[in-house]
């Protein structure tokens, strides 16, 4: 007659040391660590967790889902929205959590994932939409009769003014990412290639990602136009070419023979060291504010308000969908006014007239 082994008891199974569960309730098997090596806790570990399972299957008709699982039925259920790419960004952030049962991810688990995404470089802003999109998939999910966690509690962010560059700031920036400061071949080529991406970040206004996956299809040379795929819920657009523009993409399309404008860029997920070194290299002061990629967006943004560009031909420049995102810019001409105002009454400007708006070279082209 066989005899119950040491390291398999009632459904625990003790392997390194440790008490794991595997049970069946319904069909769902549960496969999970007790995460103590006491015999006598996994069982009361055991038990509870069985009949947390009797009670959600058999009692509630609840069926639990695993968390990638539940991610991929979010992201089918909006595959038709045109938030479907921003959404698979900010909720794939949760698949760095080992893919346990939805209910079983714990808050530590989830407070990691953004921890983590602060040291990358992440804005508050930008994580509380991800913990929007985490809390909505769990809506959908538990509205589909899986049992899920608690919602994690939403991030309170307070809005700060924007950190941007001034013009003698962003000179400082290319000073020192010049080429020429490479001491080989192979360093000169790496550090070409990121000038030609903070050039290309900073004169189409465009976000990281947006130009590191933008292929060469969307390049048109003859047109001097460049298509931009937008991300986080924005517009499409075509941008005409500057000046620069055109000499980075010349320049870009002599050395990449492949799909990509930036391809050894593609893949990665953030700025990495080279850009955060070059901020410390120009000497830039971080008092208001840290200076990440994102930064170039902004200041391309201030630039062309500072120019005379209007809000709302900013919007379209920008991609964004509705105006009030365009909006966080409006101090920036209030700032510029109230000081004027000052020099005026002071007599500082004597009878100098503010400057006319500069109208856009060329109106901005929506993708049909």
Known sequence: MATKSSTNYGGLILRGGIWHMRFTVKGQTVAESTHTSIRRDAERILAKRRAELVEQVVLAGKKPIRLYDAISKFLESREHLPSHQGCSI????????????LDRVTDQELQDVLTNKRREGYAESTLKVSVSYFNAMLKYIGDM????????????????????????????????????????????????????????LYQTGCRRSEITTMRWSQVDFDKGTVF????????????????????????RRALE?????????????????????????AKLSLDHGKIVVHTLRHTRAVHLLQAGLNLVDLQKFLGHKEIESTMVYAHVIEDDVMKKA?????????????????PAPKPLLRAV
Request: glycine letters at 6%.
């Open 145 to 200: 009769g899986y049992t899920v966690r608690k919602k994690m509690s939403p991030i309170k962010h307070e809005s700060k003014r924007l950190r941007w560059l001034t013009k003698e700031e962003y000179q400082r920036l290319l000073d020192a990412l010049d080429p020429q400061l490479g001491l080989d071949d192979k360093q000169k080529a790496q550090k070409q290639e990121n000038i030609d991406l903070v050039q290309l």
């Open 90 to 101: 900010h909720i794939g952030y949760f698949k760095d959590i080992p893919n346990h049962f």
């Open 257 to 281: 023979k492949g799909e990509y404008v930036f391809s050894s860029k593609v893949a990665s997920k953030n700025e990495g060291r080279w850009f955060r070194d070059a901020v410390k290299r």
């Open 342 to 358: 000052v020099l005026l009454t002071d007599g500082e400007l004597g009878a100098v007239q503010l400057a006319a708006p500069v």
């Open 228 to 251: 931009v795929k937008r991300l986080k819920d924005s517009l499409d657009g075509t941008l005409y070419m500057t000046a620069v523009m055109r000499q980075v993409l010349t320049r």
